[in-house]
């Protein structure tokens, strides 16, 4: 079997996994107590309150453009995950009931949190994402080492506040922040996208390779290697990726040269620059 079809059989099924658990974090726990989810479900939930909209088709609606610049931004592979979990969820928003499975609205808020992290970072860890600030969250972590779900957070604070500013109402706005930051610690338990590999690619295909590589902001150092048993003359291309990154990487690697050998070992840590050089 194709090891990309092979791939394919676990992120499905877990990509699906993590639109369930997000459209049940919101429809079960959050909605019912009118709390908000952070980011552009957020967003979207706030409008369907006071407007009486239906959320799940602001939902889909709102990310159209995010996701739109995710696919110029950071690469067709993670957009066209995203797309299909925005779609999953938004179909299953449509069909779960919402239902107050906590009177409690402490509880709705935290395990609504627990619920929408949970599939989050399910999505965001094989390959794909949510939608929304996920997106935004990703680009920025492209430039920047930082965990993603405190990004996420930080960025929720802006929708706490049009809360705030349109309903006035600073109960709900604190339990949605519950909510939100609920979501981001289990985002950043699941997902390991800040976690680094160095990757030693052997190859025949250098200038190809880089052609194609050095469109993303990492750095690769070239070196030459001799092969002990053929003498070959080849190069070695040392790179630094996120844990994330890695899929892509080697999809790239794989396609453009079927031959080559890649060696990935995890990295304790980067000292400098992670991003690639300006010069």
Not at 36 to 51: A, E, K, P, R, W
Not at 81 to 93: E, G, M, N, P
Not at 150 to 161: C, E, P, Q
Not at 261 to 274: H, Q
Request: charged residues 15%; glycine residues 10%; positive net charge.
């Amino acid at each position: 079997m194709n090891p990309h079809s092979f791939r394919y059989l676990y992120t499905v099924p877990m990509i699906t996994l993590g639109a369930i658990l997000i459209a049940v974090g919101f429809n079960l726990f959050l909605i019912p107590h009118q709390l908000l989810s952070g980011g552009v479900s957020g967003i979207s939930m706030m409008i369907g309150y006071i407007t009486g909209g239906n959320i799940a088709w602001l939902y889909f609606i709102l990310n159209l453009p995010l996701l739109l610049w995710g696919w110029f931004a950071i690469g067709r592979r993670f957009i066209m995950w995203s797309i299909y979990a925005v779609i999953v969820s938004t179909l299953l928003l449509e069909f779960i009931p919402i239902v107050k499975i906590a009177d409690d609205i402490v509880l709705g808020a935290v395990f609504g949190g627990i619920m929408v992290g949970f599939g989050s970072g399910l999505t965001l860890r094989y390959g794909g994402s949510s939608g929304g600030f996920d997106i935004i969250a990703s680009i920025i972590t492209r430039k920047r080492d930082l965990p993603i779900g405190m990004i996420i957070f930080i960025l929720n604070g802006a929708v706490i506040a049009l809360l705030v500013a349109f309903t006035k109402n600073w109960d709900s706005a604190l339990y949605s922040l519950v909510s939100i930051f609920s979501a981001g610690k289990v985002v950043d338990l699941i997902h390991v996208r800040h976690i680094k590999l160095t990757a030693f690619i052997v190859t025949t295909k250098t200038d190809e390779l880089l052609a194609k590589l050095l469109s993303h902001p990492r750095g690769i150092t070239i070196i030459k290697t001799r092969g002990a048993y053929s003498s070959a003359d080849r190069d070695m291309l040392m790179t630094v990726r996120t844990k994330y990154e890695l899929a892509e990487l080697s999809k790239i690697v794989t396609t453009i040269d079927p031959r080559a050998f890649i060696n990935i070992v995890e990295t304790v840590g980067v000292i400098g620059d992670f991003t690639k050089p300006k010069d």
